[in-house]
């Protein structure tokens, strides 16, 4: 099935923008959603709906096996061990949090040291602030080369044995560099540190092997790839997701409650407090089951090959300034024109019916690093074409003239 089958798939892709035949270049930010996933949660509420786990009536049953069901199906996803590493959450904000909050205060003291990138996500970043201001840890940064990329000798160099965590994530939603997530978590391993990786921009569109990668926490969100949106996923080891105290109490994760005490359920329930994300979860079922009919190493190497493309293409346009190295990304190119702000552009395009992301991608830190305000985004999926990408251009290059600049 190529680029534009799949297109038909998705509803709201039919549509006119402004008079023009939508282009949807965010899906960094948030994917579309396939007919059949939209059918998958229209029938839960409409057949399935009601709480899980504890009632013993037929719907309480058939939605209890269907979120149960979507559990399973993430952990085959990922190749997690079993479903007891998946831990539900609204999605990787929470997860990192839940990280951050439950295990990293629990073991890091003064003197000792978390370590992020320079590239991380706000979401990868602001928790182990928080943790590192409420420990006494030191928050450090692995650096990075001009091209954006992570050398291997600045992580072994920035993890010592005094760090007790490493987080990075796995693909830039900026610079769209793919980490060398593997090598990174072997550092931290021999360090005697554990590995978090923030995997909403690699998930959607790499085949992941959490066991290959060796990493101990892993986290992800639904709406980014074909999933309904406020559906996340944590995975941990085991014996590590057994240590940690949940920082959610309440309904569905207690074993019992006495007056002045209580005891939590086993894994993954004591992390999944108060009625869960049931209909979302579903969801997210279904948007694997649809990832894997298409296949993630078939959408890998469409994405690769469509966000090369954009980068020659744009390459083309005189004052055009590309964020990132063109090999080894994921389908997102991050750029400026000239002086033109990128809030601007992002309005021109979309007057031609083109929708990119502009600001500072929840990256500030990592803007400062490239001597920028902001950025504009364009990003690609699945439903995306070459067709799209020259559209694109096209629209960059009156986007120039329209601000008084020579067309490249």
Known sequence: MNAREIRELFPILRQEINGHPLVYLDSAASSQKPQSVIETVKHYYEWDNANVHRGVHTLGSRATDAYEGSREKVARFINAANTEEIIF???????????????ARSVCQEGDEIVISKMEHHSNLIPWQQAAKATGATLKYIPLQPDGT???EDAEQTITSRTKVVSVVYASNVLGVINPIKEITAIAHRNGAVMVVDGAQSTPHLKVDVRDLDCDFYAFSGHKMCGPTGIGVLYGKK?????????EFGGEMIDFVDWQDSTWKDLPYKFEGGTPIIAAAVGLGAAIDFLEDIGLDEIDRHEKQLAAYAYDRLSEINDVTIYGPREGRVGLVTFNIGDIHPHDVATVLDTEGIAIRAGHHCCQPLMRWLEVSSTARAS????????????????LLKTKEFFGHAIG
């Open 89 to 103: 959450t609204r999605g990787s904000t929470t997860a990192l949090n839940l990280v951050a909050s439950s295990y």
């Open 150 to 152: 992570i050398r291997l």
């Open 239 to 247: 014996a590590l997701l057994e240590k940690m105290e949940p920082i």
């Open 380 to 395: 690609f999926y699945l439903y995306n074409t070459e067709e799209d990408v020259d559209r694109l251009v096209s629209s």
